[in-house]
C-alpha cells in the first residue's frame, strides 16, 4: 500500500467539476466508516448537503474519530481543522476503482476466486461453510461476512458491516491476494447489492439461502428489496444456485431474469452421513450445507464427505451451551421474523415436551412492522417470553418492547429492558429439564445505545454464569459481589504488571506481598473481575471499591492458591465428562520443557488446533493451574510440563491433573538442596508414573538407559526408549538422525535444528509416546519431527555475527551441564572442526545447596577433560570452577556486565561459540542480536 497526497488525488482523476482542496493532507488508505478510520486515512463520504439528520449523525460520529482527510460532495463546517477535497462529481461518477488504484496500488487479484451469498437468513453460516470444506479439501480459502474476515478456521478480524464498504473490500482482496488465497467466501448484503460496493468485481458463482421479511426500513418495500438481491446478477460469470428449501424464491428469480434462466439453478437436497456433528442436523443448517456443496460441486471443487465430521459452527449461529443444574441454552443471530421462526420451531422439534423460554428485542430505528410478528412468532412456540433490548439505538426501549407485545395473545411475558439482568435471572431460575433461547445478537460483542457501543456478548455472560456456578461449588469459596463478569475462557492473572484487558485478576498472596494490594493497579488497567483472599481487611477495601462501581465482580475464597488449583481441577473434571480428552504429564530433571514442545510440535501438526501446552514456564502450582483453565472446548490434548523443587509438588500437580499419559526424561542432580541426592529426585518424579497407571488409558514412555528409571515397574503400558535394554531401541546414528526400533517395525527421526543426543533422545521420548496414542498418525508425526526447532535460550541454534552459536543459558545443574557439553564437543569434531575453533561460556548453577562446590568443579574437570582451553567462568561459583578445570581460562568475571566489555576481544579468531548456565546469571543477555 503507497501513500499519496490528496492533491495527487485531483491530478490523478481529472475531475469534471472544480475540484478543490481546503489544506492537503498525506494519506495511506481510504475507507467510507468513519468508526475505524484513523489519521492518515482518506475518509469518503457522500454527504447530503440539506439533510440535518443525517449530517448530526456524520458530526457525531466524527467527533469520536481520529479522521483528518475528507473526500466530501459539498463542504461541511467541522469542528476541527481537517484536510479536505470538495467533488460532487466524484460521487456521480463513482470514480471508485480510479481512487482504489490509487492508494491501494493497481488491482491484481485475478488469481482470487470471488464467490458471493445473499439472502435474508443463512448468509453467514453458508459462506462458514463454503470455507471450511474448502480448505479441508487442501484449497486456500477465506471468508468475509456478519461473524468476521477469517481465513480457513482462524479469524483474523470482526466486521463492522455484513458486507465491508466498497473500499474496505478491496484492501481486503489485496491482503487476501498477497497471501495466495484462492477462493473468497463473502456474503452480498442487500445494501451492498444497492449501493453497487461490488462494481468491477466478478463471482465465479453465487449462492442464495432466502428472502423474507428484513430491511423494509431501508428498501422501503419489499419488491425493491427483492430487486437489490437480484443485483447480484449483475456480477455473475457462473451460476446462481439457490437453497433447496426456497423453491417459491427460485421460481420468482427465473420469472425476474429470465435472461439468466440458463444461470440459475435449485440446489439438491442431500443424503448425508449419519456421524455427522449434531449442529448439522439442525434443519436450517442442513439446507445451509447443502447450498453449500452445491456451490462447490458447481465450482469443481472436490472434498470426501467424511470431512463433514470436521465442520465448526459458526459462533453465535443454533450455538447450544449445556449449562450445570438447568436444561440447555440455545444462543442465535436470529433477529428477523422468519430467523426467529426457524429456530424455535427447530428446538421445538428437539427439545419436545420441555418448557421452551426465549429472551429477544428488537433494533431501534429500524424496521418496526417486524416487531409484532416476532412477538406472534414467540407466542406461537414458546411456554414464556422475556423482552429485553437488542440495540436500541436512539430509540426509546420500552416503546420497541411495546410493538413487540403487540403480536403476543397467549403466552406469558415479561419485560425486562436490562439485556444482562434478563439472561441472569432467566438462567439462574431455570429448572433442569427448561430450556432458553436467546435470540438477535448471536456473535455481536456489543449493545448500541444512544450512539455509543458498549460491550456485551451472550455467550460470554453464559460462560460468566457458568463459571460462577463453578465456582460457588468450589470448598474454598466463601462469597461473591456484583454481577457475572469473569469467565473461564477469558483467561486468568496473578500478575497486575502483565494482565490484559478481559481477563480475572488473582491476587495471591506471599511471604512478602499481597496481591491485594495491586487492586487498584489492575482498576486502572480496565480490569473487572477479581479473586481475593476473605478477611476483614480485603473486604473492607471492597466494599469502597463496589460503592465506586457496581460494574464489578469480585470473588472472595480462604485461600487464593488452594482456590486456583480447586477450581483448575473441577474445570478440567467438566471438560473430561462431555468429550473424550488425553491430559499428558512431563516432568525430569532436564529436557521437560524441550520434551514438552516436542510433543505439542508433532501432534499439533498431525491434529492443528485440537491440543494445547503448558504456557511458558508456567509448570509449578501456580502455573499448572493456570494453564488447564486455558484449555478451549476444541482442545483434546492437554500437554502439561509438571515442575517440582520440593517434595510433595508433583503428587499435588496430578491429583488436580489426573494424567492419562506421561513422560520422565531423566533424573539428574536437580535441587539437590531439597531432595538430598538422585534418588531422592526419583522418588519425587516417579509419582507422575504411579497416577498415569491409575488410568484406564495408562499410557507412559520414560528413558530406559537412565539406571533408576529402567527400575519403573514393568507394564505393557510402559515403554523404556533405550539404546541397549529397552522395549523401544534407540539408535543415535549421525548427528542429525536417531533410529527407533520396536518388535514390529524401524523408524528413522531426522532433524538439522537438534544438536546431540540428549535432543534426540528427548525427539524420541516424545514420538514414542505420540506414536502409541495415535498410530494412524505415523506419517505425519515423522514428518513433523524434520520441522521442530527448540525455544529461544534452551539448546537454542542460531548464527551471530557469522559465529555457529549454541545457547542454552535457561537452566543448568551438573547433569545437564555434562550433556550439552559433551553433545556440543560431538557436534564439533563430527563437523571436522576443532575444539580451538570454540569459546565456551560457563555461568554458575544455582539451586545446588551443600552440593555447589563439588558440582562446580565437576564440570570444570569435565572441561579439561575434553582439552578445552577457551573457556570463560561467571558468577559467584566460578572460583569453585577454575578449582576443577586447574588451569589458567580466557577469562573469569562476576557477572555479564564485567564479560561484555571485554567479550568481543575474547572472540577473535572464534566459529563456535557453547553457552549454558542458569538463567538467573542471564548469560543470553550477551548476544541480543541474533541474525
Known amino acids: 500500500m503507497k501513500k499519496t497526497h490528496l492533491r495527487d488525488i485531483v491530478h490523478a482523476l481529472k475531475f469534471d467539476d472544480e475540484a478543490h482542496i481546503v489544506s492537503d493532507g498525506q494519506i495511506s ?81 485475478d488469481a482470487l476466486k470471488i464467490v458471493a451469498v445473499t439472502g435474508t437468513n443463512g448468509k453467514s453460516s453458508t459462506v462458514f461453510f463454503l470455507n471450511q470444506l474448502t480448505s479441508l479439501a487442501g ?75 428484513d430491511h423494509l426500513d431501508y428498501h422501503g418495500n419489499f419488491s425493491n428489496y427483492f430487486n437489490s ?29 429470465p435472461a439468466f434462466q440458463d444461470k440459475i439453478l435449485l440446489a439438491r437436497k442431500l443424503d448425508l452421513p449419519q456421524e455427522l456433528p449434531s449442529f448439522l442436523k439442525v ?10 456443496i452445491s456451490v462447490l460441486e458447481s465450482l469443481g471443487i472436490i472434498f470426501a464427505h467424511k470431512l463433514l465430521a470436521k465442520l465448526q459452527p459458526p459462533p ?102 436490562d439485556r444482562r439482568r434478563a439472561i441472569c435471572d432467566t438462567v439462574n431460575s431455570a429448572k433442569p429439564s427448561d430450556v432458553i433461547v436467546i435470540a438477535g445478537k448471536g456473535h455481536e460483542s456489543y449493545q448500541e445505545i444512544k450512539g455509543k457501543r458498549h460491550h456485551f456478548n451472550d455467550s460470554e455472560l453464559l460462560e460468566s454464569i457458568a463459571t460462577l456456578k463453578m465456582i460457588e461449588k468450589v470448598s474454598s469459596f466463601t462469597k461473591s459481589f456484583g454481577p457475572p463478569l469473569m469467565s473461564i475462557s477469558s483467561g486468568f492473572s496473578t500478575d497486575s504488571r502483565s494482565i490484559s484487558v478481559g481477563q480475572t485478576f488473582v491476587a495471591l498472596v506471599g511471604e512478602k506481598f499481597d496481591g491485594a494490594d495491586y487492586l487498584e493497579t489492575c482498576l486502572a488497567k480496565g480490569i473487572r473481575s477479581f479473586i481475593v483472599n476473605s478477611n476483614e481487611h480485603n473486604e473492607s477495601r471492597i466494599e469502597k471499591l463496589f460503592a465506586k462501581d457496581s460494574d464489578l465482580q469480585f470473588i472472595l475464597v480462604s485461600d487464593t492458591t ?41 501432534l499439533n501438526d498431525a491434529m492443528p488446533g485440537k491440543v494445547q501446552k503448558t504456557l511458558g514456564n508456567l509448570n509449578n502450582h501456580i502455573g499448572l493451574p493456570l494453564t488447564i483453565l486455558s484449555i478451549k472446548d476444541h482442545h483434546d490434548i492437554a500437554i502439561l510440563e509438571m515442575g517440582t523443587n520440593h517434595p510433595g509438588e508433583i503428587n499435588y500437580l496430578c491429583n488436580i491433573s489426573s494424567p492419562d499419559a506421561g513422560i520422565i526424561t531423566s533424573i539428574g542432580d536437580s535441587h539437590l538442596e531439597f531432595f538430598g541426592n538422585r534418588t531422592g529426585v526419583y522418588n519425587e518424579k516417579r509419582i507422575l508414573h504411579d497416577y498415569v497407571m491409575k488410568s484406564s488409558r495408562a499410557l507412559f514412555v520414560t528413558d530406559g538407559d537412565d539406571a533408576l528409571l529402567s527400575a519403573l515397574p514393568k507394564s505393557k503400558a510402559t515403554y523404556l526408549v533405550a539404546s541397549k535394554n529397552g522395549n523401544i531401541k534407540a539408535n543415535y546414528r549421525t548427528y542429525n538422525q536417531i533410529e527407533l526400533t520396536d518388535s514390529s517395525e524401524s523408524i528413522i527421526l531426522e532433524n538439522n535444528y537438534l544438536i546431540g543426543i540428549h535432543n534426540f533422545k528427548d525427539l524420541a521420548l516424545a514420538f514414542t509416546l505420540a506414536l502409541k496414542l495415535y498410530p494412524d498418525k505415523k506419517r505425519d508425526l515423522i514428518d513433523s519431527a524434520q520441522t521442530f526447532r527448540t525455544q529461544h535460550n534452551r539448546s537454542e541454534v542460531r548464527i551471530e555475527n557469522n559465529r555457529f552459536l549454541f ?95 571485554q567479550l568481543q576481544a575474547l572472540l577473535k579468531d572464534i566459529g563456535y561459540i557453547f553457552v549454558k548456565g542458569s538463567r538467573s546469571i542471564k548469560l543470553e543477555t550477551l548476544f541480543p542480536n541474533s541474525k
Open 29 to 109: 488508505r481510504v475507507t467510507s466508516t468513519l468508526e475505524n478510520a484513523g489519521p492518515q486515512d482518506l475518509v469518503v463520504y457522500n454527504l447530503k448537503e440539506n439533510d440535518e439528520k443525517a449530517n448530526s449523525v456524520f458530526l457525531e460520529r466524527f467527533s469520536k474519530s481520529q479522521c483528518n482527510n475528507f473526500l466530501l460532495p459539498c463542504d461541511f463546517n467541522f469542528p476541527r481543522a481537517v484536510n479536505k477535497i470538495i467533488s460532487k462529481s466524484f460521487f456521480a461518477n463513482k470514480n471508485y476503482v480510479e481512487i482504489c488504484d490509487l492508494v491501494f496500488g493497481k488491482q491484481h487479484t
Open 139 to 213: 484449497i486456500k480459502a477465506a471468508s468475509l461476512g456478519t461473524i468476521g474476515l477469517y481465513i480457513g478456521t482462524r479469524k483474523i478480524r470482526d466486521s463492522l458491516l455484513t458486507t465491508p464498504d466498497y473500499f474496505e473490500l478491496r484492501e481486503t482482496l489485496h491482503e487476501l491476494t498477497d497471501q495466495k488465497i484462492e477462493y473468497l467466501f463473502l456474503e452480498a448484503s442487500s445494501h451492498a447489492l444497492e449501493q453497487d460496493r461490488f462494481l468491477d468485481l466478478r463471482f465465479q458463482c453465487a449462492g442464495w439461502t432466502n428472502l423474507t421479511h
Open 229 to 257: 438481491k437480484l443485483k447480484i446478477l449483475r456480477s455473475l460469470s457462473g451460476k446462481l444456485i439457490v437453497s433447496p428449501d426456497s423453491t417459491l424464491l427460485f421460481q420468482q428469480i427465473l420469472a425476474a431474469a
Open 283 to 292: 434443519e436450517f443448517n442442513y439446507h445451509n450445507l447443502c447450498l453449500a
Open 316 to 417: 453465535g449461529r443454533f450455538s447450544v451451551h449445556h449449562m450445570d443444574g438447568i436444561g440447555d441454552v440455545i444462543v442465535d443471530y436470529a433477529h428477523t421474523p422468519d430467523g426467529l421462526e426457524k429456530v424455535l420451531s427447530e428446538t421445538r422439534k428437539i427439545y419436545f415436551g420441555h418448557k421452551l423460554t426465549v429472551i429477544f428485542g428488537c433494533g431501534g430505528n429500524r424496521d418496526k412492522t417486524k416487531r409484532p410478528v416476532m412477538g406472534q412468532i414467540a407466542d406461537k412456540y414458546c411456554d414464556e417470553i422475556i423482552i429485553t433490548d437488542d440495540n436500541p439505538r436512539f430509540e426509546e426501549p420500552l416503546a420497541i418492547a411495546t410493538d413487540i407485545v403487540a403480536g403476543i395473545k397467549r403466552t406469558k411475558y415479561s419485560i425486562l429492558l
Open 562 to 602: 488452594v482456590f486456583l488449583g480447586e477450581l483448575a481441577k473441577k474445570y478440567l473434571q467438566r471438560l473430561r465428562q462431555n468429550r473424550e480428552m488425553v491430559v499428558i504429564g512431563i516432568t525430569g530433571s532436564n529436557g521437560k520443557t524441550t520434551t514438552k514442545d516436542m510433543l505439542y510440535h508433532l
Open 807 to 901: 545457547l542454552d543459558a535457561y537452566n543448568a545443574n551438573p547433569s545437564s551441564m555434562e550433556i550439552s557439553l559433551s553433545s556440543f564437543v560431538n557436534y564439533v569434531i563430527m563437523k571436522g572442526h576443532q575444539l580451538n575453533e570454540c569459546l565456551f561460556i560457563i555461568g554458575d548453577m544455582n539451586e545446588l545447596g551443600t552440593h555447589a562446590q563439588e558440582g562446580h568443579q565437576r564440570i570444570g574437570r569435565l572441561l579439561h577433560s575434553h582439552g578445552i582451553t577457551n573457556v570463560i567462568f561467571i558468577g559467584q561459583y566460578s572460583g569453585f570452577y577454575l578449582e576443577g578445570f586447574g588451569s589458567r581460562p580466557l577469562g573469569q568475571f562476576r557477572n555479564v556486565d564485567e564479560c561484555k566489555q
